[in-house]
């Protein structure tokens, strides 16, 4: 796998980040920086960099904004807390990209 230039990735969340993680989150991306951890970081690698292209082409706020804006639409139409996840458009980009054996 390529990353791209400037990318840094750490396996195991540091200790100041763990009391903000909601219980089951693998991967998260703070910046240049990918945080992972789980069974297959690899997979969760591939998930947090269409992430970080999608901040790249949005902007941090815009993206967040669009995110949050998404999860809540579906929880107010009934979703779950997991199904209201999934359903974000950017996270439906990100899962097909964990699949791909290339970036
Ligand atoms: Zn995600």
Known sequence: MRLPDGVIVRYRFPWWLRPFLLRGVVGIT???RIYVEGDDPVR????????M?????????????RWIREYLGQR??????????RRISFEIEAFAAER???L
């Not at 969760?44 to 992430?51: A, F, I, M, Q, Y």
């Not at 901040?55 to 993206?63: M, Q, T």
């Not at 107010?76 to 199904?83: I, P």
């Open 44 to 51: 969760t690698l591939r998930h947090e960099l269409v992430h």
């Open 30 to 32: 703070l910046g240049r």
């Open 53 to 65: 292209q999608q901040i790249a082409r949005l902007g941090l706020l815009c993206f967040y904004w």
């Open 76 to 85: 107010f139409r009934g979703a779950s807390a997991d199904q209201a996840y």
């Open 100 to 102: 791909e054996e290339t």
